[in-house]
């Protein structure tokens, strides 16, 4: 399932006075171009126009957003630090120096992603606070049914460095699709798998594992079991020493 943009920018600030443009930039540049994800993902469309506002020199609010965007669909500060670094040999060494004390405020040490800039960059809801799985995690978590008693999935979100304990599904599949900035996840004695928007993880039961946000980022991603037998249940491991954890970076 991909994450569908939306955009309203247009309509809010120039809809009486440049109705035209309002709509191309809403309905057609974000509602079309940016929506198609399955010609080039979210996250390379986000460095594209990063690479192309910066080289025009355009670190205005509309590049700020668009750092927010990036930063959103899984583009890391090492990776940004590097895209900017790159373009700098071709766009200017000025224009560096104006994009790296923008995004030094999207991605720095001490600045993590509020819970409001994810709520605004997100199209799925938060939901409520898990408090009935509270015990299984280490951090906090949301869960927000999209309807879910008929077949749908459930959107789980975490905050940056949440991630739950160990836990085993016997008699059923679950499956991963990560919708919304950056996490892993990890079977027992395997290596680590990074989780962007788009990636789709499916874990067959009986299989050990965990998942979760990395450090820096708020993470989202739908889930639903199938193949569910009669004797279907979720085993939650007790937490074990760090070490047993993939380090998240």
């Given at each position: 399932?991909?994450?569908?943009?939306?955009?309203?920018?247009?309509?809010?600030?120039?809809?009486?006075?440049?109705?035209?443009?309002?709509?191309?930039?809403?309905?057609?540049?974000?509602?079309?171009?940016?929506?198609?994800?399955?010609?080039?993902?979210?996250?390379?469309?986000?460095?594209?126009?990063?690479?192309?506002?910066?080289?025009?020199?355009?670190?205005?609010?509309?590049?700020?957003?668009?750092?927010?965007?990036?930063?959103?669909?899984?583009?890391?500060?090492?990776?940004?630090?590097?895209?900017?670094?790159?373009?700098?040999?071709?766009?200017?060494?000025?224009?560096?120096?104006?994009?790296?004390?923008?995004?030094?405020?999207?991605?720095?040490?001490?600045?993590?992603?509020?819970?409001?800039?994810?709520?605004?960059?997100?199209?799925?809801?938060?939901?409520?606070?898990?408090?009935?799985?509270?015990?299984?995690?280490i951090?906090?978590?949301?869960?927000?049914?999209?309807?879910?008693?008929?077949?749908?999935?459930?959107?789980?979100?975490?905050?940056?460095?949440?991630?739950?304990?160990?836990?085993?599904h016997?008699?059923?599949?679950?499956?991963?699709?990560?919708?919304?900035?950056?996490g892993?996840?990890?079977?027992?004695?395997?290596?680590?798998?990074?989780?962007?928007?788009?990636?789709?993880?499916?874990?067959?039961?009986?299989?050990?594992?965990?998942?979760?946000?990395?450090?820096?980022?708020?993470?989202?991603?739908?889930?639903?079991?199938?193949?569910?037998?009669?004797?279907?249940?979720?085993?939650?491991?007790?937490?074990?020493?760090?070490?047993?954890?993939?380090?998240?970076?």
């Amino acid at each position: 399932m991909k994450k569908e943009i939306k955009q309203t920018a247009g309509r809010e600030q120039l809809g009486e006075f440049a109705p035209e443009f309002a709509h191309l930039n809403d309905d057609v540049l974000f509602g079309e171009v940016w929506n198609r994800q399955d010609e080039m993902s979210l996250r390379d469309r986000s460095l594209a126009t990063v690479v192309a506002l910066m080289s025009q020199g355009l670190v205005d609010s509309s590049f700020k957003f668009h750092l927010i965007s990036a930063k959103a669909n899984g583009i890391t500060k090492n990776e940004i630090v590097e895209i900017i670094t790159h373009t700098a040999f071709y766009a200017g060494w000025p224009k560096a120096w104006a994009a790296f004390n923008m995004a030094k405020e999207i991605w720095g040490e001490d600045l993590q992603q509020s819970r409001e800039e994810f709520e605004m960059m997100s199209a799925y809801p938060i939901g409520e606070p898990n408090d009935a799985y509270a015990k299984y995690f280490i951090g906090h978590s949301y869960l927000a049914s999209m309807d879910a008693e008929n077949g749908g999935p459930v959107n789980v979100t975490f905050e940056p460095s949440c991630r739950n304990n160990w836990h085993i599904h016997h008699e059923s599949t679950q499956v991963l699709i990560c919708v919304m900035g950056r996490g892993w996840y990890q079977e027992w004695d395997k290596e680590p798998i990074e989780m962007l928007p788009g990636k789709v993880i499916p874990i067959p039961a009986e299989t050990k594992h965990w998942h979760g946000a990395s450090n820096d980022s708020w993470f989202q991603h739908l889930t639903y079991t199938t193949n569910v037998g009669k004797g279907a249940s979720n085993e939650w491991l007790e937490p074990v020493d760090d070490s047993y954890y993939y380090k998240l970076i």
